[in-house]
Protein backbone atom coordinates (compact mmCIF):
# COMPACT_ATOMS: atom_id res chain seq x y z
CA UNK A 1 0.00 0.00 0.00
CA UNK A 2 2.84 2.42 1.14
CA UNK A 3 4.62 1.37 -1.90
CA UNK A 4 1.64 2.05 -4.17
CA UNK A 5 1.35 5.40 -3.03
CA UNK A 6 4.91 6.40 -3.45
CA UNK A 7 4.74 5.16 -7.03
CA UNK A 8 2.04 6.96 -7.57
CA UNK A 9 3.23 10.02 -6.28
CA UNK A 10 6.50 8.82 -8.76
CA UNK A 11 3.93 9.35 -11.98
CA UNK A 12 1.75 12.40 -10.57
CA UNK A 13 5.51 14.18 -10.59
CA UNK A 14 6.27 12.99 -14.19
CA UNK A 15 2.12 14.28 -15.32
CA UNK A 16 3.21 17.83 -13.39
CA UNK A 17 6.34 18.18 -15.10
CA UNK A 18 5.00 16.93 -18.30
CA UNK A 19 2.43 19.86 -18.40
CA UNK A 20 -0.87 17.50 -17.12
CA UNK A 21 -3.53 20.55 -16.10
CA UNK A 22 -5.85 17.94 -14.13
CA UNK A 23 -3.89 16.13 -11.60
CA UNK A 24 -5.88 13.76 -8.69
CA UNK A 25 -3.93 13.05 -5.48
CA UNK A 26 -4.80 13.30 -1.95
CA UNK A 27 -8.40 13.20 -3.00
CA UNK A 28 -8.83 16.20 -4.70
CA UNK A 29 -8.52 17.25 -8.37
CA UNK A 30 -7.00 20.72 -9.40
CA UNK A 31 -5.60 22.91 -11.74
CA UNK A 32 -2.31 23.73 -11.78
CA UNK A 33 -2.05 27.53 -12.78
CA UNK A 34 -1.86 29.08 -16.00
CA UNK A 35 2.00 28.88 -17.26
CA UNK A 36 2.31 32.43 -17.16
CA UNK A 37 2.24 32.70 -13.16
CA UNK A 38 5.05 29.94 -13.33
CA UNK A 39 7.03 31.55 -15.66
CA UNK A 40 6.54 34.57 -13.80
CA UNK A 41 7.69 33.19 -10.65
CA UNK A 42 10.61 31.39 -12.19
CA UNK A 43 11.65 34.58 -13.06
CA UNK A 44 11.75 36.10 -9.89
CA UNK A 45 14.73 36.02 -7.29
CA UNK A 46 15.22 35.32 -3.98
CA UNK A 47 17.17 37.54 -1.86
CA UNK A 48 20.26 35.14 -1.89
CA UNK A 49 20.04 34.86 -5.62
CA UNK A 50 18.23 31.45 -5.81
CA UNK A 51 15.20 31.42 -8.36
CA UNK A 52 12.11 31.66 -6.51
CA UNK A 53 10.58 28.98 -7.46
CA UNK A 54 12.54 25.69 -7.85
CA UNK A 55 13.27 23.32 -10.53
CA UNK A 56 10.52 21.46 -11.63
CA UNK A 57 7.49 22.97 -9.82
CA UNK A 58 4.25 24.93 -10.88
CA UNK A 59 2.30 27.59 -9.36
CA UNK A 60 -0.67 27.01 -8.15
CA UNK A 61 -3.46 28.81 -6.51
CA UNK A 62 -4.95 27.43 -3.73
CA UNK A 63 -3.29 25.21 -0.66
CA UNK A 64 -4.75 21.69 -1.53
CA UNK A 65 -5.20 19.13 1.07
CA UNK A 66 -3.01 16.70 0.55
CA UNK A 67 -4.49 14.21 3.19
CA UNK A 68 -2.73 12.17 6.28
CA UNK A 69 -4.71 10.79 9.24
CA UNK A 70 -6.13 13.83 11.21
CA UNK A 71 -5.77 14.30 14.76
CA UNK A 72 -8.17 16.12 16.54
CA UNK A 73 -8.70 19.63 15.67
CA UNK A 74 -10.08 21.14 18.78
CA UNK A 75 -7.93 23.79 20.86
CA UNK A 76 -9.38 22.50 23.62
CA UNK A 77 -7.58 19.16 23.39
CA UNK A 78 -4.40 20.73 22.16
CA UNK A 79 -1.19 20.11 23.82
CA UNK A 80 2.44 20.90 22.58
CA UNK A 81 5.85 19.14 24.20
CA UNK A 82 9.40 20.89 23.50
CA UNK A 83 11.27 18.32 25.16
CA UNK A 84 14.70 15.92 24.64
CA UNK A 85 17.87 17.73 23.93
CA UNK A 86 16.65 20.46 26.21
CA UNK A 87 17.27 22.20 29.42
CA UNK A 88 14.17 22.37 30.27
CA UNK A 89 11.18 20.79 28.68
CA UNK A 90 7.78 22.62 27.98
CA UNK A 91 4.29 21.46 27.90
CA UNK A 92 2.11 24.19 26.09
CA UNK A 93 -1.70 24.14 25.46
CA UNK A 94 -3.12 26.30 22.71
CA UNK A 95 -3.73 29.61 24.62
CA UNK A 96 -0.34 29.52 25.51
CA UNK A 97 1.16 28.74 22.58
CA UNK A 98 -1.00 31.83 20.83
CA UNK A 99 -0.04 34.11 23.15
CA UNK A 100 3.61 33.42 23.09
CA UNK A 101 5.40 36.29 20.61
CA UNK A 102 3.48 35.28 17.49
CA UNK A 103 4.25 36.97 14.22
CA UNK A 104 2.70 36.57 11.03
CA UNK A 105 4.34 36.05 7.89
CA UNK A 106 4.16 35.20 3.75
CA UNK A 107 6.17 32.24 2.63
CA UNK A 108 6.15 29.68 -0.53
CA UNK A 109 4.91 26.31 0.00
CA UNK A 110 6.52 23.53 -2.54
CA UNK A 111 4.95 20.21 -2.27
CA UNK A 112 7.26 17.22 -3.59
CA UNK A 113 4.19 16.29 -5.50
CA UNK A 114 5.29 19.29 -8.17
CA UNK A 115 3.03 22.03 -7.08
CA UNK A 116 3.83 25.06 -5.52
CA UNK A 117 1.87 27.80 -3.49
CA UNK A 118 3.36 31.63 -3.57
CA UNK A 119 2.69 33.87 -0.58
CA UNK A 120 1.25 31.86 1.72
CA UNK A 121 0.70 33.75 4.59
CA UNK A 122 0.63 31.94 7.93
CA UNK A 123 0.11 33.33 11.77
CA UNK A 124 2.34 31.27 14.32
CA UNK A 125 5.55 31.36 16.45
CA UNK A 126 9.23 31.31 15.22
CA UNK A 127 10.27 27.95 16.08
CA UNK A 128 13.23 29.17 16.82
CA UNK A 129 11.70 31.05 19.73
CA UNK A 130 9.99 27.92 21.28
CA UNK A 131 13.51 25.92 20.58
CA UNK A 132 15.63 28.68 22.60
CA UNK A 133 13.00 29.33 25.22
CA UNK A 134 13.43 25.77 25.86
CA UNK A 135 17.29 25.85 26.13
CA UNK A 136 18.62 23.85 23.32
CA UNK A 137 21.91 21.61 25.04
CA UNK A 138 25.18 21.47 22.97
CA UNK A 139 23.98 18.29 21.90
CA UNK A 140 21.28 19.51 20.15
CA UNK A 141 21.52 18.41 16.12
CA UNK A 142 18.09 17.77 14.90
CA UNK A 143 14.69 18.49 15.26
CA UNK A 144 11.67 15.89 15.17
CA UNK A 145 8.27 17.07 14.49
CA UNK A 146 5.81 14.37 16.14
CA UNK A 147 2.31 14.71 15.12
CA UNK A 148 -0.84 12.51 15.52
CA UNK A 149 -1.29 8.97 14.84
CA UNK A 150 3.15 8.70 14.81
CA UNK A 151 3.46 11.26 12.01
CA UNK A 152 7.29 12.52 11.92
CA UNK A 153 9.40 14.74 10.16
CA UNK A 154 12.90 15.25 10.72
CA UNK A 155 14.60 18.14 10.22
CA UNK A 156 18.33 19.46 10.76
CA UNK A 157 18.25 22.00 13.87
CA UNK A 158 19.72 24.85 11.67
CA UNK A 159 16.50 24.70 9.42
CA UNK A 160 14.88 24.38 12.59
CA UNK A 161 15.95 27.58 13.53
CA UNK A 162 15.43 29.57 10.10
CA UNK A 163 13.09 32.78 10.73
CA UNK A 164 10.48 31.32 8.21
CA UNK A 165 9.90 28.39 10.35
CA UNK A 166 7.05 28.73 11.96
CA UNK A 167 5.10 26.57 14.30
CA UNK A 168 1.11 28.09 12.68
CA UNK A 169 -2.57 27.81 13.70
CA UNK A 170 -3.47 30.33 11.36
CA UNK A 171 -3.57 30.38 6.86
CA UNK A 172 -4.33 33.31 4.73
CA UNK A 173 -6.18 35.22 8.52
CA UNK A 174 -7.97 31.56 9.25
CA UNK A 175 -8.01 29.34 11.70
CA UNK A 176 -6.58 26.61 9.79
CA UNK A 177 -8.68 23.84 8.66
CA UNK A 178 -9.21 20.69 9.37
CA UNK A 179 -7.59 18.79 6.54
CA UNK A 180 -4.80 21.29 7.00
CA UNK A 181 -3.31 20.42 10.47
CA UNK A 182 -5.98 22.31 12.61
CA UNK A 183 -5.55 23.55 15.67
CA UNK A 184 -1.41 23.55 14.97
CA UNK A 185 1.11 22.65 12.24
CA UNK A 186 4.62 23.34 11.47
CA UNK A 187 5.51 25.33 8.59
CA UNK A 188 9.26 24.68 6.88
CA UNK A 189 9.25 26.46 3.89
CA UNK A 190 12.58 25.93 2.68
CA UNK A 191 12.18 22.04 2.50
CA UNK A 192 9.36 20.41 0.70
CA UNK A 193 6.16 20.72 2.35
CA UNK A 194 6.02 16.76 3.96
CA UNK A 195 8.36 18.34 6.76
CA UNK A 196 5.47 20.90 7.37
CA UNK A 197 3.69 18.10 10.26
CA UNK A 198 0.09 18.70 10.64
CA UNK A 199 -1.59 18.05 13.76
CA UNK A 200 1.46 18.50 15.80
CA UNK A 201 2.06 17.18 19.24
CA UNK A 202 5.63 17.49 19.79
CA UNK A 203 9.00 18.93 19.31
CA UNK A 204 11.92 16.33 20.19
CA UNK A 205 15.46 17.66 20.07
CA UNK A 206 17.79 15.24 19.22
CA UNK A 207 21.93 14.68 19.11
CA UNK A 208 21.21 12.07 16.29
CA UNK A 209 18.85 11.72 13.03
CA UNK A 210 15.69 9.87 12.87
CA UNK A 211 14.64 9.33 9.84
CA UNK A 212 10.44 10.07 9.70
CA UNK A 213 7.29 9.10 8.05
CA UNK A 214 8.27 9.84 4.82
CA UNK A 215 11.97 9.56 4.75
CA UNK A 216 11.85 6.06 5.68
CA UNK A 217 9.17 5.32 2.81
CA UNK A 218 12.24 6.88 -0.18
CA UNK A 219 12.05 10.21 0.13
CA UNK A 220 14.97 11.81 0.51
CA UNK A 221 16.42 12.83 3.97
CA UNK A 222 17.07 16.31 3.74
CA UNK A 223 14.18 17.48 0.95
CA UNK A 224 15.88 20.66 -0.17
CA UNK A 225 13.52 21.70 -3.15
CA UNK A 226 15.99 24.22 -4.89
CA UNK A 227 18.42 21.02 -5.01
CA UNK A 228 15.42 18.42 -5.95
CA UNK A 229 16.16 16.24 -3.26
CA UNK A 230 12.90 14.66 -4.02
CA UNK A 231 13.81 11.02 -3.01
CA UNK A 232 16.37 9.36 -1.57
N1 LIG B 1 0.62 14.76 10.55
C1 LIG B 1 0.82 14.78 9.24
N2 LIG B 1 1.41 15.85 8.69
C2 LIG B 1 1.63 15.92 7.35
C3 LIG B 1 1.25 14.85 6.51
C4 LIG B 1 0.63 13.72 7.11
O1 LIG B 1 0.27 12.74 6.44
N3 LIG B 1 0.42 13.73 8.47
N4 LIG B 1 1.50 14.94 5.15
C5 LIG B 1 2.57 15.84 4.73
C6 LIG B 1 2.57 16.04 3.29
S1 LIG B 1 3.11 14.73 2.35
C7 LIG B 1 2.25 17.24 2.72
S2 LIG B 1 2.41 17.50 1.06
C8 LIG B 1 1.67 18.34 3.53
C9 LIG B 1 0.32 18.70 2.94
O2 LIG B 1 -0.28 19.72 3.67
P1 LIG B 1 -1.70 20.23 3.20
O3 LIG B 1 -2.64 19.05 3.25
O4 LIG B 1 -2.07 21.32 4.14
O5 LIG B 1 -1.53 20.72 1.78
O6 LIG B 1 1.49 17.99 4.88
C10 LIG B 1 2.51 17.19 5.45
N5 LIG B 1 2.23 17.02 6.84
MO1 LIG C 1 3.28 15.67 0.19
Known sequence: MELQNSLLRRQFLKNAIAGTVIAGFGGGLYVIASD??????????????????????????????????????????????VYGEVENPIVLTFSELVSAESVTQRSDVHCVTGWSLLDA??????????????????????????????????????????????????????????????????????LYFWKSAKWITGIRVTHRDEPGYWEVRGYNNRADPWKEERYA
Open 121 to 190: QWRGVQLRTLLTRAGLKSEARHVILEAAHGYTANIRLVDAMSFDSLIAWEHDDKALGKSHGAPVRAVIPR
Open 36 to 81: SETRAARAQRLPDGRPRLPPGQRVISALKPMGGEQGDPRPSAFSLK
